[in-house]
């Protein structure tokens, strides 16, 4: 086509909040602030049957980052990414505009305004318009060698260091390592890709991606904790409220990492195919939970706390020694633990179903992850059914006001 | 734990049904009948802004299989099964088991009820116990080689054979071929992966998984045409009433196909990164589309319909003879669109992202998909932005009433 043409005939350009205005999608839900406020499973839907999903728009800025206390969504697009820069400048730079595009994802915009000219690349990759943000929250998260590569030595905390290898670990090279994560949720898996790819092309000239995986849950009414891959539930234990989270996910000590949390994450194959051949009883046992209810054993809510001392009314303990939830709730720390399905086609090798659990947790040290996965690594029953393959450690920065940028405490 | 204990610190077992109504999620929905009424993209949401999804449950049974005319879920998982029984009858007792199973997957039951003896693995995985069905669909297909297998050759028909090789194919052995397809769609991810699981794991004494793909849509207000990952709306011209279906779709001979349809399924890789560096005017001319509007070239609304022979007030034609839509629309058939997004981590080759098209498609005669395919495979603009790395043929069989299996005409 001319130019000519080309005048004449293409649509005059809207913006995609004039788009959303269009479709009347915009400001019939409320910006909730992304300060920690609510439990991990508050109740977030308005209708009694019906769920509602994704209009609520979630706020980029506040003391804590957003996607860490945030109610659940149903999806999840991770993505570990390494640097191939070591100027501190350009990295800055590239902060900052995460920043201005990470506040415009969120909103449901578009990450920079439609070009008049179409002689150059749309400046957003436009697989979104049209739709409204479906709670999207993105988290940015950087490893320790990401300080390294930057030189940014008097910023090293003796806790922030890789994780050590536990029992039965069978960690994959190709999903270790890395230096910056971005964690995109959102209740549209289209969404959260969108503003995984978008942020990665932003910065493509100082990155590479290492590995990215999406996720999913069932939320269901919003008031239960998600089943996993294996029919159970698991992390009814989660913080529930602000106090919760200051306690056991915000980083509170006086430097670039206050109001911000360690993310951990683990790819975790779950083998389905041999669970599901598995009795019901010792399904349950590996647990120690009923796998209805999803209540720990003796009890009959599935938000029971865990007594890990608690006997039956004949003498003997009610929890299996070897238990998941034995074992964890043992090692007597918390996590925050946000947790997604994985289904990726057939394992090559097996023929089996590719499947499993991106296991995301946040927790003010990560000794609190480590003393729990010490614990589970060598007597966990659940060990017979998974395997973990992927590893990463990440500090997830604290939140900013607007005129801020994401990290900037790190970088001044 | 004893048997004794066992007795009596297990919950009482209550079936998945009484699960729903104890969560008031039974009853809701009015039951929507799969006789292919609607268009794919009715307007299926009650709320305003908020997008209402999942509590409608669809029947199994009607004149067509669910998951063909029903408009289009959030979620597909779509799965290719090679045979490992050549016995007709222990396949057709498969079919009836998988009969039974679907009715209750689709209604949000357990596949069978929960048994009260603890020592055997629990007949439903359990992955979507307090899930309503989320508009689950489950459609099964079978492929050329199906009936070569099982020696069914009164049964065969001139027009049902694999497809052909078309120009810049690249596909590869581990996405072609296989003698079953299921596709599950489900506004609920865990929900659709839950039902080919169950399936699979039924049949598992007769079948292997040759290949699945999850995949997604932004289904938004559900008035719009979902933008594929280069944010273009594409198959705008699908069946909207159910005289296009009964032009395009439905198999009308008196055969054991009667009122099921050939089902096409293409992987087409889609290579994000070329295409994001692309400028929008290439993009525009590449699809025939404005991006914004998703409008043919000259018009204004997405579903106008495509005139290849306009020409501009300048006399010149308006869509590029290159493009997508004129190439798609050229071939002067329909065929109705039913495809996915897909994401699956990062190409190990390119280092990029994994992405692109679960392209499936419905019609009456395989030829309608092979003369748009043929038209499109040299000429098509868009061949230099995606590779067709998967393909397969399946004939769906008709719809049944209850007290009927599904296939059972093939059998009998």
């Not at 991990?40 to 509602?52: H, L, P």
């Not at 964690?183 to 100082?206: E, I, P, S």
């Not at 006086?254 to 009883?281: A, C, P, S, Y």
């Not at 179903?353 to 990560?366: E, R, S, T, V, Y």
């Amino acid at each position: 086509m001319s130019d000519e043409n080309d005048k004449k005939w293409f649509d005059k350009k809207i913006s995609r909040r004039d788009f959303l205005k269009k479709a009347g999608m915009v400001g019939a839900g409320a910006a909730i602030g992304a300060s920690g406020a609510g439990a991990i499973f508050a109740n977030m839907f308005s209708g009694k049957a019906n769920q509602v999903v994704g209009n609520e728009e979630i706020s980029f800025y506040g003391e804590h980052q957003s996607g860490i206390a945030t109610p659940v969504q149903k999806n999840v697009y991770f993505a570990v990414l390494d640097l191939h820069s070591t100027d501190k400048e350009e990295i800055k730079q590239m902060f900052k505009d995460w920043t201005d595009y990470s506040e415009k994802l969120m909103k449901g915009e578009l990450v920079a305004p439609e070009l008049a000219n179409h002689l150059v690349p749309p400046l957003d990759t436009g697989e979104t318009v049209g739709l409204n943000p479906y709670r999207l929250t993105i988290t940015f998260g950087i490893s320790p060698s990401f300080l390294d590569k930057l030189k940014l030595d008097n910023k090293k905390m003796e806790e922030f260091k890789d994780l050590p290898h536990f029992p039965r670990d069978q960690i994959k090279d190709k999903y270790k390592g890395g230096d910056i994560c971005i964690q995109a949720c959102a209740d549209d898996a289209q969404v959260a890709f969108h503003a995984v790819r978008n942020l990665v092309r932003k910065g493509r000239a100082l990155i590479t991606l290492k590995w990215t995986q999406a996720g999913f849950l069932p939320i269901g009414n919003g008031k239960e904790t998600p089943r996993n891959l294996f029919g159970f539930k698991d992390g009814t234990e989660n913080p529930k409220n602000n106090n919760d989270f200051k306690n056991v996910v915000w980083y509170d000590k006086n430097n670039w990492l206050k109001n911000g949390t360690f993310l951990i994450v683990r790819r975790i194959q779950m083998h389905l195919e041999t669970w599901d051949r598995t009795n019901l009883q010792e399904q349950e046992n590996t647990f120690g939970r009923y796998k209805e209810s999803g209540a720990p054993f003796g009890e009959t809510d599935e938000f029971a706390t865990i007594d890990i001392n608690k006997k039956g009314p004949d003498g003997k303990p009610v929890l299996p020694i070897d238990s998941h939830v034995y074992l964890a709730k043992k090692a007597d720390v918390k996590i925050a633990r946000r947790a997604f399905s994985y289904s990726n086609g057939i394992d090559e090798v097996s023929g089996q179903f590719d499947a499993g659990l991106l296991f995301i947790c946040f927790q003010k040290h990560p000794d609190q992850f480590i003393k729990i996965q010490n614990s589970l690594g060598n007597d966990d029953k659940l060990n017979e059914y998974i395997t973990h393959v992927g590893t990463g450690i990440f500090a997830c920065f604290g939140g900013i006001k607007k005129g801020e940028y994401i990290g900037q405490k790190l970088f001044e």
